[in-house]
């Protein structure tokens, strides 16, 4: 392999590695400036949009991740990967569908999170999923609702006796 080729899939490998998820996305039919549009909206959720030849992220996927399986057919025509060190994909899920929307282009080709290969209906689907710290913080409520309660519980018996005894001390004064 060239040097420059090796350099190329290097770069590729890094933004790879560093990535918490990345998607596949088939830009065919975007103009330049509807495409700079997207990466400005995904630069707002530290998003970053990768154009390289298919083979050198291929091989550079396999480096990186060898345990993801894609399909033959993503590595075919244009494709962009789009990669994000932050841990909320919904966010890149609502651009995405908000874009889609708005202009019918880009198509979702596949997109890999923690290991797991979604595709498009799929990762569209976490776009209707609330944000990740909205998400924190139901599982958090619920959590501390749940504990409220079994305090209530534990503490219930004590406190009917508690009020048992005051109601007899009453009673007899």
């Not at 890094?14 to 975007?30: C, P, Q």
């Not at 959720?45 to 345990?67: F, G, H, Q, Y």
């Amino acid at each position: 392999m060239r040097i420059e080729k090796e350099l190329l899939k290097n770069h590729v490998a890094e933004a790879l590695k560093r990535s918490y998820f990345i998607v596949f996305i088939d830009f065919t039919g975007l103009k330049v400036s509807v495409f700079s549009e997207l990466r400005k909206r995904l630069k707002a959720v530290n998003c970053r949009c990768l154009v390289s030849k298919n083979t050198l992220i291929r091989m550079a996927l396999n480096e990186i991740k060898p345990e993801a399986v894609l399909a033959e057919n993503i590595f075919k025509g244009p494709t962009a990967v789009l990669t994000s060190e932050e841990k909320d994909a919904t966010a890149v899920a609502k651009i995405l569908k908000n874009f889609i929307a708005e202009f019918q282009l880009p198509k979702i080709k596949s997109a890999i999170i923690e290991n797991a290969v979604l595709y498009e209906t799929d990762f569209l689907k976490l776009a209707d999923l609330p944000g990740l710290e909205v998400l924190r913080s139901q599982v958090l409520l619920t959590l501390q609702s749940t504990g409220t309660r079994l305090v209530r519980l534990i503490n219930e018996p004590a406190s009917a006796l508690a009020r048992l005894i005051e109601k007899y001390s009453k009673k007899e004064n």
